[in-house]
């Protein structure tokens, strides 16, 4: 039995479970933005674009690929999109007549700013989209998205205020990533911070690799191979501990290489688990570990293998984590059927 007759079922549950109950389709306001959580009676729309740059990575990496929500999900990008380049969080009102939750709806005006988060997973989600469907319109918006950054010598600012936005403005330590994913800003970039990634980063730094800073780290040296060759190796000692493998099997799709594949052949058994154990119905919060999570590769270990929050009771989640996973892993392996372990 191959990868695609082995989890084919599962991916097509996840995905009609998906499009059904946590998006609505369309490129008006309000659609095509993915909820990260909801229940039978509230939804939420929480870090709508983070979870858009998954969303995007997913419709890129699929086997058959569906145009037309591809263009819905890039237009609501631009829709939330200045001509600058800055956007906001989401657009979202309502949902199927469910008690909807969105920072857009939120009257604190700072969370629906951008922030580093949301620009680092939404150009992971761009780059794959620009690998795998035809066009340059994934380009343009990583160009406009980091140019916005790098005119204010690496500020996230929000254009109205003429401020810093509250939540995760300051994009110094990423500005070499992100001038490798556009060219034309490198020489914004400060040597400080390319000589601080290119040989501190890659080391785990204890207290300061807190699960959002390391995961900020691993997406954007995924997207941008921010390490060379070296990329994946480096990938794989920062995030084993949590087992976000998700990361450097990103790096090794978009930047391919032997090497890259013969290191991340070594965690197959690990990434067939994880999706072996995904449930057939779809993560929830009483989902055996490490499904019980809204994102699994967002998360930390110690939340994996324990209880959700309180807040998280009772909600089911996109699965967006795991239709990646399962794209990725099938990619791999098709690549690499005759020549290695995958």
């Not at 145009?67 to 009102?93: H, N, W």
């Not at 929000?158 to 490198?186: D, Q, W």
Request: some cysteine; hydrophobic content about 40%; overall charge positive.
């Amino acid at each position: 039995m191959n990868i695609s007759d082995k989890y084919s079922d599962k991916y097509k549950v996840y995905r009609k479970r998906f499009l059904e109950d946590f998006i609505l389709p369309g490129a008006e306001n309000g659609r095509s933005i993915p909820a990260n959580q909801r229940n039978d009676t509230e939804i939420h729309f929480g870090d709508a674009t983070l979870y858009l740059g998954w969303y995007l990575a997913v419709l890129a990496t699929e086997k058959d690929l569906d145009y037309k929500r591809i263009d819905d999900a890039l237009l609501s990008l631009e829709r939330l999109m200045q001509p600058c380049g800055y956007f906001i969080r989401d657009d979202v009102t309502e949902f199927k007549g469910l008690k909807t939750y969105s920072d857009f709806l939120s009257p604190n005006i700072h969370l629906k700013e951008e922030s580093q988060d949301q620009t680092i997973h939404l150009l992971m989600g761009l780059m794959l989209m620009h690998r795998f469907t035809p066009g340059l319109r994934a380009r343009y918006l990583m160009a406009r998205i980091v140019g916005w950054i790098a005119k204010n010598r690496w500020i996230i600012r929000n254009p109205e205020t003429g401020k810093a936005v509250a939540r995760g403005p300051y994009a110094h330590a990423f500005s070499y990533p992100m001038s490798l994913i556009c060219p034309k800003v490198k020489k914004k970039v400060w040597w400080i911070f390319k000589f601080i990634w290119k040989h501190i980063m890659h080391y785990f730094i204890p207290r300061i690799y807190t699960a959002t800073n390391l995961h900020l780290v691993s997406t954007i040296a995924a997207a941008s191979n921010g390490w060379g060759d070296k990329t994946v190796k480096y990938l794989l000692k920062l995030v084993d501990r949590n087992s976000w493998y998700m990361y450097p099997m990103i790096n090794a799709v978009l930047y391919p290489s032997w090497k890259k594949d013969v290191e991340l052949s070594r965690w197959e058994y690990d990434i067939c688990e994880m999706l072996y154990r995904a449930p057939e119905e779809g993560p929830n919060y009483h989902s055996l570990s490490p499904w019980r999570v809204a994102h699994l590769f967002l998360t930390e270990i110690e939340r994996q293998e324990g209880t959700g929050p309180p807040w998280a009771e009772g909600m089911r989640f996109s699965g967006l984590d795991f239709m990646l996973l399962h794209n990725l892993y099938l990619k791999l392996k098709e690549k690499n059927n005759e020549c290695y372990p995958w």
